[in-house]
């Protein structure tokens, strides 16, 4: 029987979505941090359950031929990435392997209906946002992220996976911090003026949204943080302040007030001109989303005579990217400045075909089939936590031919997949898509279709 901080020799055959690499010790499944595929290593056993333990590399004994040196000072410490120690190919094979046992495990559908998964060109660079949280440490200013399973800020302002903008505008936020010596946000207390600095960069504009979430109403000296921006020549279209007065982990807050320029910035997606706020849902990986939703469209086989459902739609992106494929568009969405936001990108790009209802799937059912309205095609790109039942059933009861489900957790993807089959749908293809390189994160795309399309 395994003891605490007991040493084990382990060879690692498989990585969680969280890097962790997966050994067995006496039936005993073992977790252990950046290790790799065939890895042999002594770890130490320092977390015990009933069935699952977490251990601590202690000595890498025969090192996978799929490990590299990481290339981020604070990989080890930072829960931004976690996959930096294996190269891309083997993140890819990972990546694929968690959909496929997924889809098998949990769904039990046939392994066979994975296809290979989607790779992404650009690995570094390509986020178009970032949260950093901004602290105090000893009277050091710290623009980063937090150190894993803590709220401690490491260090992390040139964070590989952001675009080097993002770094020049942490640099100038932190020489005015110490300039001016204002506060910084302290979670225990809940004291402390700035808490996180918020940005934007739209890929094709180039335009850049700098916000700072405050815990308080002004920010002192306003006018030499935008002299230090300004000193950057960089294409800021937007400095806004957001005022979250809560003690809470929320990030935002409920008001935005702009301190210089618009109050959004604007950028192009497949095809659709798009205006983001601080609080517009938008893809952070602009290439490999515009990749993703080329392939919903695929999936969804419009040919101008079908009415789309685009469900969980938020600003109406990816339903606006097909709508001159449809005969009418609907979106549906329960967030009410989503739907605002949808509705003025599709008016900003004379799209007509278009409605968004402000409603839960159900509700928007009821709506549509009092006005005799049956979809042909739902599109649905529901959060981590995947669709309710009722959710799932409404879809099933309108009936359309084809369900194209675009998801962030295969293991939920599954789940609500297995429940749509017993409702009458078939599962055609599961296809992997790598929209987050170098973290535990992989996008699936599940497109179903009716098994008696004719009742």
Request: with cysteine; aromatic share 6%; net charge neutral.
């Amino acid at each position: 029987m395994a003891i605490k901080n007991e040493v084990v020799r382990l060879e690692i055959t498989a990585l969680t979505n969280e890097g962790n690499g997966v050994g067995r010790h006496e039936g005993l499944t073992v977790f252990v941090p950046q290790t790799a595929v065939g890895d042999v290593i002594n770890a130490r056993l320092v977390k015990l359950y009933p069935r699952y333990a977490y251990g601590r590399l202690e000595t890498l004994l025969v090192p996978s031929p799929d490990r590299v040196e990481p290339d981020c000072p604070v990989y080890r410490f930072c829960g931004g990435c976690a996959l930096r120690h294996i190269g891309y190919m083997a993140e890819l094979r990972a990546k694929q392997r968690l959909a496929a046992d997924a889809f098998t495990h949990i769904g039990g559908f046939s392994e066979t209906l994975c296809r290979p998964i989607v790779g992404c060109f650009q690995i570094n660079g390509y986020r178009n946002k970032a949260m950093y949280p901004v602290r105090r440490v000893q009277g050091e200013v710290r623009i980063g992220f937090y150190r894993r399973r803590t709220h401690e800020v490491v260090e992390a302002s040139g964070c590989l996976l952001q675009p080097e903008e993002f770094s020049q505008i942490a640099g100038a936020l932190r020489q005015f911090l110490e300039e001016t010596g204002l506060s910084c946000y302290d979670e225990q207390t809940g004291k402390g003026l700035v808490r996180h600095l918020y940005l934007r960069r739209a890929e094709v504009t180039g335009q850049i949204l700098v916000c700072l979430i405050l815990n308080g109403k002004k920010l002192p000296q306003a006018g030499r943080f935008l002299e230090l921006l300004d000193a950057l020549a960089l294409p800021i279209e937007t400095v806004a302040l957001n005022q979250n007065l809560k003690n809470t982990n929320v990030i935002l807050g409920d008001k935005t007030v702009v301190l210089r320029g618009s109050s959004v910035i604007s950028d192009v997606l497949c095809g659709v001109r798009v205006k983001l706020s601080p609080e517009s849902f938008y893809q952070v990986n602009h290439d490999a989303a515009e990749k993703l939703y080329r392939f919903v469209e695929e999936c969804a086989a419009l040919d101008g005579s079908q009415t789309l459902l685009d469900l969980y739609c938020g600003a109406g992106t990816i339903g606006l990217s097909m709508a001159g494929k449809a005969k009418e568009l609907i979106g549906v969405e329960v967030i009410p400045q989503a739907v605002e936001n949808a509705r003025r990108n599709a008016e900003d790009n004379g799209i007509g075909n278009a409605r968004f209802l402000c409603a839960d799937a159900q509700q928007a059912a009821m709506q549509l089939a009092g006005e005799g309205i049956h979809p042909d095609v739902v599109v649905m790109d529901p959060p981590r936590k995947g669709c309710s039942p009722q959710t799932l059933e409404t879809v099933a009861g309108m009936a359309p031919s084809r369900v194209v489900m675009v998801s962030c957790n295969p293991a939920t993807a599954a789940r609500d997949c297995k429940q749509l089959e017993a409702m009458g749908y078939q599962l055609e293809s599961v296809t992997p898509f790598d929209l987050f390189p170098r973290t535990g994160h992989v996008e699936t795309v599940c497109l179903l279709s009716h098994k008696n399309p004719t009742a």
